[in-house]
């Protein structure tokens, strides 16, 4: 069981909601939400029974059908799990709930009962896909939950130190010097390509083989792409997975949709793009046409990027040609010294880091007012009243024609520009010149 930072948000909606509610958590597959939800229960309930609906017995589905007598209901799940109930101190976890959408429905009245506290776990996608037929319980609430990030990360490496002291000197506007920003560095593109699943961190601690965590990494996109299929029999959707590292190798201003699926454009595969999003493997970033506060108001759905939910699954599926990632490009990624321009692989994680942290992603394009030319801003966050613009190189090369023109176009707009770059911390009167690692703090 790996430290996880969405422990502490179940724990106090427990001490909120004191059973006025259930608590749904919504993930991707693969990034631990049972694992988690366990944890949670073994550490704040005197007992508790998980409910799997992946594998449960038959005879346990069926007493949903009918729960009009709880006393019976509670009854038989304790004699089926040989677990004793106690009244406000147990909790009953619906894990994979969108296989049985009548347990959902259930909530509503569970809730209502207040014997026993109520959690959730399940993937977006299919919940949404299930739920027509029934009544949603207002009595939920939801958390997203998605791969480790690098500070858990470290927390699995034994590491509670880095973080803390980094944000420290993000905080003071302090460098790290060129030494210890190297190492930082190298760490973080460790985590970069091994990324947050927590079967590939696992694997990482116990083998140390980069060809194994590629074999893990690889068996969780053959199940995401399997999912898909499930609910896109056309194979669109996982033409559109697939493609994401091509796509943002490119450079382009958007996912060029027609590149991939023949006669499609971005307005034919709308449900498909939403389909992705709601399954958390995928985060899109929305152009807007206008930047400022209240963003989500001005996005144009048609044009956007795609970034996967963890970079280490995006470097296999960038080398998915190849039968396995050889060691000597995970090396090479390592230290900064593989040929290609990685430049897509660190707006990737930039992406990650931003979604994961609560952000919405966003990106803006505008052409020049003197030539042909488009400029474009990576990402904008907004902070306060204001926006922030951000710019990710993937070395430390500080020419930023974009962001020099956004910030004259829109200077009265404007809190602090970013670059986010693979140097170390180099404030100016301007801008922010951040490492990657820090990208957190913003």
């Known amino acids: 069981m790996f430290k996880r930072k969405i422990l502490a948000e179940m724990i106090s909606w427990k001490r909120r909601s ?178 947050g699943m927590p079967q590939s961190v696992e694997s990482y601690l116990s083998t140390n083989n980069f060809n194994q965590i590629d074999q893990v990494k690889r068996n969780i996109l053959t199940l995401y792409e399997n999912d898909f299929r499930k609910i896109d029999h056309s194979g669109r959707a996982t033409q559109i997975f697939d493609a994401i590292p091509a796509e943002l190798s490119k450079n382009t201003f958007r996912y060029q949709v027609s590149k991939i699926i023949e006669k499609q454009r971005a307005s034919n595969v709308r449900e498909i793009i939403a389909d992705l999003q709601d399954s958390m493997t995928v985060l899109p970033a929305f152009r807007i046409n206008d930047p400022g506060v209240g963003m989500s108001h001005y996005k144009d759905i048609d044009h956007f990027k795609l970034y996967l939910c963890d970079t280490g699954l995006f470097v296999t599926l960038a080398f998915k040609d190849r039968s396995f990632t050889e060691n000597i490009i995970y090396e090479k990624l390592l230290h900064g010294k593989l040929p290609a321009n990685l430049g897509y692989l660190y707006e990737n994680i930039v992406a990650q880091t931003f979604r994961a942290g609560g952000n919405e992603l966003f990106y803006f394009t505008f052409p020049s007012d003197t030539s042909n030319r488009t400029y474009e801003i990576d990402f904008l966050l907004p902070r306060k009243h204001k926006i922030c613009p951000i710019e990710v190189k993937s070395s430390g090369y500080k020419k930023h024609a974009s962001l020099d023109r956004f910030r004259t176009k829109y200077r009265e707009r404007i809190q602090e520009s970013y670059v986010l770059y693979t140097k170390d911390y180099a404030p100016s009167d301007m801008l922010k010149y951040v490492p990657v690692y820090m990208a957190q703090f913003l």
């Not at 004191?18 to 073994?42: H, N, P, V």
């Not at 399940?122 to 958390?143: V, W, Y």
């Not at 998605?146 to 880095?162: I, N, R, S, V």
Request: aromatic share 12%.
């Open 18 to 195: 004191r059973g006025r509610s259930a608590l749904l958590i919504q993930g991707a597959r693969r990034i631990g939400k049972s694992t988690t939800a366990e944890e949670f229960a073994r550490r704040e309930y005197k007992s508790y029974i998980l409910i799997d609906f992946s594998k449960a017995r038959q005879e346990v589905v069926r007493l949903f059908r009918d729960i009009s007598d709880l006393d019976f209901f509670f009854l038989q799940l304790q004699l089926f799990y040989n677990v004793r109930l106690y009244e406000r101190e147990s909790l009953i976890i619906f894990d994979e709930v969108q296989l049985q959408p009548l347990a959902r429905q259930a909530i509503k009245h569970l809730v209502a009962d207040h014997r026993y506290d109520y959690l959730e776990t399940g993937s977006l996608i299919t919940l949404r896909k299930n739920i027509r037929d029934i009544l949603i319980p207002s009595e939920e609430e939801c958390l997203s939950m998605y791969p480790m990030d690098y500070e858990e990360f470290l927390w699995a490496k034994g590491d509670e130190t880095t973080i803390p002291l980094l944000h420290e000197c993000f905080s003071r506007g302090r460098g790290l010097g060129d030494v210890v920003h190297r190492k930082q560095m190298q760490g973080f593109r460790l985590y970069m390509l091994i990324g």
